[in-house]
């Protein structure tokens, strides 16, 4: 079965940039998806077909896919953004979740 | 509101079943793709089964394929996951989500509830 793995954990000083990344096999022939989950909440859309924000996500958040890496880039990192984000692809039928990276703002 | 709001989780024995459901509302459910993904207590999020707008595709995770069974009512705005033969791996919170665009499957999940617990413990 497809999987995608992603890094435990990053840090970043408030301000900086935060740097995601999420690999698989040929990852770039599927759209992937973020999702950011705060403790005690439900996942929340932040990153849709690779690059595109839903209505509401803030512009420091943003997306790219190429090659066996998708990366979700936050800019101007804020306290808020600390949680744990979720990459996601589609194995043709089979939703596949990354491992999640705990983003911690220093 | 566009809203999902789960319900039926609780404590069962191994082997036992349960049946989850999942109310819409806000939006024409009729039209969308619609998920459940659990996440066990400390854990990731894994995906668990899909149904298509009619109800025409349905698909599975290996770790549930032929225990659990996806349906919906779109006449009663309801999506539901009856589960059978449960096991404590099975032990998770379990969401609804729906998928972001109209008359797709393989596309993000916009609208996620709050989740119900179901713990498999004898």
């Known amino acids: 079965s497809y999987e995608v793995t992603q890094p435990p954990s990053v840090s970043v000083s408030p301000g900086q940039t935060a740097t995601i990344t999420c690999s698989g096999n040929?990852?770039?022939?599927?759209?992937v998806c973020w999702y950011q989950q705060k403790p005690g909440q439900s996942p929340v859309l932040v990153i849709y077909q690779d690059n595109m924000r839903p209505s509401g996500i803030p512009e420091r958040f943003s997306g790219s896919n190429s090659g066996n890496t998708a990366t979700l880039t936050i800019s101007g990192t804020q306290s808020l953004d600390e949680a744990v984000y979720y990459c996601q692809a589609w194995d043709t039928t089979a939703g596949v979740f990354g491992t999640g990276t705990k983003v911690t703002v220093l | 509101e566009v809203q999902v709001v789960e319900s039926g989780g609780g404590l069962v024995k191994p082997g036992g079943s349960l049946r989850l459901s999942c109310a819409a509302s806000g939006f024409t459910f009729s039209n969308y793709s619609m998920n459940w993904v659990r996440q066990a207590p400390g854990k990731g999020l894994e995906w668990v089964s899909s149904i298509s707008a009619g109800s025409g595709y349905i698909h599975y995770a290996d770790s549930v394929k032929g225990r659990f069974t996806i349906s919906r009512d779109n006449a009663d705005n309801s999506l539901y996951l009856q589960m059978n033969s449960l096991r404590a791996e099975d032990t998770a919170v379990y969401y609804c989500a729906r998928v972001r665009a109209i008359f797709t499957g393989n596309d993000g999940f916009d609208i996620w509830g709050r989740g119900t617990m179901v713990t498999v413990s004898s």
């Open positions: 040929k990852l770039a022939d599927k759209y």
